[in-house]
């Protein structure tokens, strides 16, 4: 009897096996499987959308325009927040071998323009007189796909549209309410509160930390350059988390911890007795204008 049937039996009990798939023919994914995602390139890594969080806070407190509180400053005065608003740029993303690479913010027609964004916190309720209805607290852009584990910006608005018209500038920057018009430039920062007085006598305060640019030469309006002894950009980095995945707090209380905000109406950057402990805290020397970033306190991230 031939051996040949008994062959043929074994070599269709393997192809059943999927043991002899060169042998049995037809090695090509069936037409109606599809591949398996795992098998595929690895992802692109091109740029993603991100969006980077801010929390408002006073101290470990929500920031909220309408609310009390007690014993803030170096006088431990009740206040409550007139302003919060602080403008950005340069921001970076920062991987976890130090490479910082740049965020490229949004053009949005409201609250970003060329690389310069405004954080937003008060909503002109309460006591919060110096603002507008609309808030933003976050940075929205697009960046090379993770992992990052930390952020870079500075606070404030690059020298080259700092000086211009304010009249011909576009959202953000062209709120009157964050101008120095006798200075020619923008508030890069406002951290402003409000102060019900009782002694020594009944009355109001109102503490103003505008951080800005000073020590400035030349007049746009007469086409010369200007140019600033201060510039006044505090350089934030924050390291060790996820800028994508968690919030960054922004702490209106670290800013006046030290301040007298029931005796001294503020800093508007050019004064030494009220200038000193904000600029400190917001990361900047007021004495040198040189960049202090182990001295801020403005940022954080909370556990």
């Known amino acids: 009897m031939s051996r040949h049937p008994i062959a043929l039996l074994v070599l ?4 059943g096996d999927g043991l002899l798939l060169t042998a049995c023919g037809d090695n090509e994914p069936h037409p109606d499987v599809t591949p398996d995602a795992s098998e595929e390139p690895d992802a692109d890594p091109g740029p993603r959308e991100v969006a980077i969080r801010f929390t408002p806070k006073v101290g470990s407190a929500p920031f909220a325009c309408g609310q009390t509180y007690a014993a803030m400053g170096a006088e431990a005065t009740a206040i409550t927040p007139r302003d919060f608003r602080v403008y950005v ?14 965020l490229t913010l949004a053009q949005d027609g409201a609250w970003q323009y060329q690389g ?15 603002g507008t209805p609309e808030t933003n607290r976050e940075l929205r852009g697009t960046a090379p796909a993770g992992p990052y584990d930390g952020i870079a910006f500075s606070i404030g608005v690059p020298e080259a549209l700092n000086h211009l018209d304010l009249t011909t500038q576009p959202a953000p920057l062209n709120l009157s309410g964050l101008w120095w018009s006798w200075g020619l430039g923008h508030v890069f920062m406002a951290v402003v509160t409000h102060a019900e007085i009782t002694t020594p006598q009944p009355g109001t305060n109102d503490h103003y930390v505008h951080v800005g640019s000073i020590d400035c030469t030349g007049n746009p309006a007469m086409g010369q350059p200007v140019t600033c002894a201060k510039p006044n950009r505090p350089y934030i980095e924050l390291r060790g988390f996820d800028p994508t995945s968690r919030p960054i707090t922004a702490d209106f209380g670290a800013v006046i911890a030290r301040s007298k905000l029931a005796t001294t109406l503020g800093c508007h950057s050019f ?3 009220s200038c000193a402990f904000p600029f400190d805290f917001v990361g900047l020397n007021w004495f040198t204008g040189s960049q202090t970033p182990t001295t801020q306190k403005l940022f954080r991230v909370d556990p």
């Open 116 to 130: 310069v964004a405004l954080l937003d916190f008060e909503d002109f309720t309460g006591g919060c007189a110096d």
């Open 12 to 15: 269709l009990a393997a192809c």
């Open 89 to 102: 740029h340069d921001v970076k993303l920062i991987r976890p071998d130090g490479t910082q690479v740049p």
């Open 271 to 273: 004064t030494q007795d």
